[in-house]
């Protein structure tokens, strides 16, 4: 079964974690190890399965406690996550040519399905009702065009061939000639498959995409070849520059190497997958959904989804009701404050305020300084003024009482107050904002 090992291999990671309250560094140690083995045994190569687990290990620390989700179900989800992540989250569709035919260049070593996935292409492409030309640049096998012819048969798409003698540049220059004057929407090129990778094989390549300017260079490679698969697109990509890779065969994939690492490895996405030998076995690569194969827990990913929306909405709802009606107090102040030193790097913190531009250090210890004063003010107010700061705003006794008790000028504090309500406005305004409402101009 496609994946199955991986799969099972990572269910054991879940299983420690049974019972366990939280997610800590103590109980995560023995999941990480079985998340590690899984995929070194799925063959993915070692530097990515340390990043893999590193980035894992700590999510999985700092990730908190979602009400109602157990720390399994967490785990699961951020596994899932980083595995989308890895495989280059969203799925890559093929770039098709503005004017004129779209040109693929099929590239791969022989015996990977290239001739194959030729047809398959072609069959795919006239689904999405558009027409295809094959054209047969394998020179150094007969049977490979033979092959190609019969396939295309099969598919009713028309093939363009010109022997064994023809070089494949030229084949190519005339095949794209045939398909503008048919005015055939896409041309695939299949070229040769060697053995193993040689200079000749590259040296033709690079010659047959200079005639082409293909909108598209595939390399397809073979699944069940594993992080080979993964070192192959880099080489490929190094020396002839491709957009992508197609795995095969990954219904006969147990272990899942290529399909993880292909992305992580080359820089380059998988476009397509092979998953049998029918003509209708060619599909896009989607990285959700193959993460939630591998997962096998799809019921436990949409419920932590959910559990996690829920309390981002309760969380959001809250602050606006406490916007709405004018609740915005100096607790809150004092929370956002505290959240935002927290942050420590007050240059990013104030960098993403919009309008703030860049920051220089002296702004930046103006701005902690002045965090420290406001802070020191607020600790002195009674509960009660701090739940409405009304109480500030309509007496100056309080006022001087607050200056005097936290050290600070009088002054200072009616601005914290008068900051307080201008803090009720822009956040007012924020909401609207969010809410689909234009930014009214603001009072100074
Ligand atoms: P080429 O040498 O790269 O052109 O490879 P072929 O296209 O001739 O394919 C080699 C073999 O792999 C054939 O028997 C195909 O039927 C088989 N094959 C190709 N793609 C897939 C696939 O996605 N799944 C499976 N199970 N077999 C495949």
């Keep these: ?204 390549l690079k010659e047959v995409k200079r005639v082409l300017n293909p909108t598209e260079v595939l390399l397809v490679v073979d699944a069940m070849t594993g992080q080979e698969a993964a070192a192959l697109v880099t080489t490929f990509n190094v020396e002839i520059g491709i957009t992508g890779a197609i795995l095969t065969k990954l219904d006969g994939d147990s272990r899942g190497g290529a399909a993880l690492s292909v992305k992580e490895v080359s820089g380059k996405p998988i476009k397509l997958v092979g998953r049998g030998e029918r003509m209708e076995d060619l599909e896009p690569f989607y990285p959700d959904r193959m993460a939630g194969r591998i997962l096998g827990m799809g019921d436990v990913l949409s419920f932590v989804e959910k559990a996690q929306e829920v309390m981002k909405q309760e969380d959001a709802e809250d602050l606006q009701k406490k916007i709405m009606s004018a609740k915005f107090d100096f607790n809150d102040f004092l929370k956002q404050t505290r959240a935002v030193a927290r942050m420590g790097s007050m240059t990013r913190v104030l960098g993403m305020i919009p309008g703030m531009g860049k920051v220089t250090p002296a702004q930046i210890r103006e701005a902690e300084k002045s965090l420290k004063i406001m802070e020191a003010m607020i600790e002195v107010m009674t509960p009660e003024e701090r739940e409405k700061p009304e109480l500030l705003a309509e007496s100056s006794t309080r006022r001087k009482r607050v200056a005097q008790e936290s050290g600070k000028t009088e002054q200072q504090v009616s601005q914290l107050v008068a900051q307080l309500f201008q803090m009720r406005v822009r956040m007012k305004n924020l909401m609207g904002v969010m809410e689909g409402g234009s930014i009214p101009a603001l009072n100074n």
């Design 1 to 204: 079964e496609m994946f199955g090992q991986l799969t099972s291999g990572l269910e054991s990671a879940w299983s420690k974690l049974k019972g366990e309250e939280v997610l800590t560094k103590e109980n995560i140690a023995e999941p990480m190890r079985d998340i590690r083995r899984a995929l070194l045994e799925a063959d993915v190569s070692l530097p990515v399965v340390r990043r893999f687990v590193q980035s894992v290990s700590d999510q999985a620390v700092g990730v908190g406690v979602i009400r109602g989700v157990k720390p399994d179900q967490q785990l699961v989800k951020i596994v899932n996550d980083e595995l989308v992540k890895l495989m280059g989250g969203e799925v890559s569709e093929l770039t098709f040519a503005k004017s004129g035919p779209t040109v693929i260049l099929l590239a791969g070593l022989q015996g990977v399905g290239k001739t194959t996935v030729c047809a398959k292409l072609a069959n795919y492409l006239k689904k999405q009702g558009k027409s295809s030309m094959l054209v047969a640049g394998d020179v150094y096998r007969p049977a490979a065009i033979d092959q190609l012819v019969i396939l295309g048969e099969q598919v009713k798409v028309p093939v363009y061939t010109a022997g064994t003698d023809t070089k494949p540049s030229e084949i190519a220059r005339q095949g794209l000639a045939e398909a503008k004057k048919k005015n055939i929407d896409v041309v695939i090129m299949d070229t040769a498959g060697r053995l193993q990778i040689d200079k000749g094989m590259m040296d033709e």
